[in-house]
């Protein structure tokens, strides 16, 4: 069974800025898409970055375009989520999902292993 940890949450002032890692017990890491997800609460569970296999292909959610980047070290069996300029809407659990196959998803359903989460929390 694929374990995905993630790590990097925390409580951060509005603008600051924070590096989520999610590593793969997977040793096909590098053949998985991968995402971060976000929950808030009383919300749904939200798509926010994606990734191929690869790593050539990325997507994002328009509220996070232009200040989060998703990128991801196969070497290492490591996705990351660089979160720059954040909001206090940014305040959610953060989950790593990942999907067998290459192909980049963006909806929950389209995922099928998921990590626990880690909670960030934007001050403002």
């Known amino acids: 069974q694929v374990q995905l940890v993630e790590s990097g949450g925390g409580l951060v002032q509005a603008g600051g800025s924070l590096r989520l890692s999610c590593a793969a017990s997977e040793r096909t890491f590098s053949r998985n898409a991968m995402g971060w997800f976000r929950q808030a609460p009383g919300k749904e569970r939200e798509f926010v970055a994606g990734i191929n296999s690869s790593g050539w292909n990325t997507r994002y959610a328009d509220s996070v375009k232009g200040r989060f980047t998703i990128s991801r070290d196969n070497a290492k069996n490591t996705v990351y989520l660089q979160m720059n300029s954040l909001k206090p809407e940014d305040t959610a659990v953060y989950y790593c999902?990942?999907?067998?196959?290459?192909?980049?998803?963006?909806?929950?359903?389209?995922?099928?292993?998921w990590g626990k989460g880690t909670q960030v929390t934007v001050s403002s």
């Open positions: 999902a990942g999907r067998w196959g290459g192909v980049l998803v963006t909806s929950t359903g389209g995922m099928d292993f």
